[in-house]
């Protein structure tokens, strides 16, 4: 028997969040639990209804979605995250990989983006949208769409390893920090290494600084 995937909403726009309705209610196995409007309610309905997968905005009413994400991943941490966003900068990547967000579309794109992100992330991936304009000012690095694009085919815990083989940990000291094997993490480095089409390490702290994933 198929599990519903139950899914909580919380945008304070009623047309998008009705036509968000609709759409993802013709998703198979997605059980839309609560809509909400602002970010009190929507920590309500996900401590309440404990859902499966969690559709934000960010700019709420009462509380801003990264407060509201960051305060429901501390009851739910395998909780899944997609955040939804009018005003996405070159900071945004970074930030919602650090609150443990999976992804993020840009409302303006049309709504298969959206169904093609809740597809993604609820299948264990990660979604996050390429078109956000670089940084500006002197000493800054532009955030690589291409960088970002290929954050998409990691999965969450090889976005974990990825990061801190990145800091200079050795297989083991990531095993130990993450409870994991060594062999695991060895084969986990050998997935990131195929999936984002780099050899050596040197390219994949690049990778993961352009992302935002670690500090330049």
């Known amino acids: 028997m198929l599990v519903a995937i139950k899914t909580v909403i919380v945008e304070d726009e009623t047309l998008f969040r009705q036509m968000l309705k609709m759409a993802l209610g013709k998703v198979p196995g997605l059980k839309i639990v609560a809509e909400c ?5 929507g920590i309500a309905a996900c ?6 997968l969690l559709i934000s905005d960010l700019h ?3 509380k801003h979605g990264l407060e509201v994400i960051r305060e429901v991943k501390k009851e739910q941490p395998g ?8 005003q996405p900068d070159a900071d945004l990547p970074a930030q919602l990989i ?19 992100a809740v597809e993604s992330v609820t299948k264990g991936g990660m979604y996050f949208a390429t078109q956000v304009p670089p940084k500006s ?3 800054t690095a532009a955030v690589s769409p291409e960088a970002v694009a290929a954050l998409k085919g990691l999965s969450e815990r090889e976005i974990e390893v990825a990061r801190l083989v990145s800091q200079g940990l ?11 094997s060594v062999r695991t993490v060895e084969k986990h480095r050998a997935n990131i290494m195929e999936k984002l089409g780099v050899r050596e390490v040197a390219s994949l ?3 993961c600084v352009q992302a935002g994933i670690i500090p330049g």
């Open 37 to 41: 409007a602002d970010g009190p309610a």
């Open 47 to 52: 401590l309440q209804h404990r859902p499966d």
């Open 60 to 62: 709420l009413p009462g």
């Open 79 to 86: 909780l899944r995250v997609l955040v939804l966003t009018s």
């Open 98 to 116: 650090a609150a443990g967000v999976h992804g993020f579309v840009d409302k303006t794109e049309p709504l298969d983006y959206v169904l093609q």
């Open 137 to 139: 000012g002197a000493g």
């Open 170 to 180: 050795t297989s083991k000291e990531v095993a130990v920090k993450l409870d994991l």
């Open 205 to 207: 702290v690049r990778l």
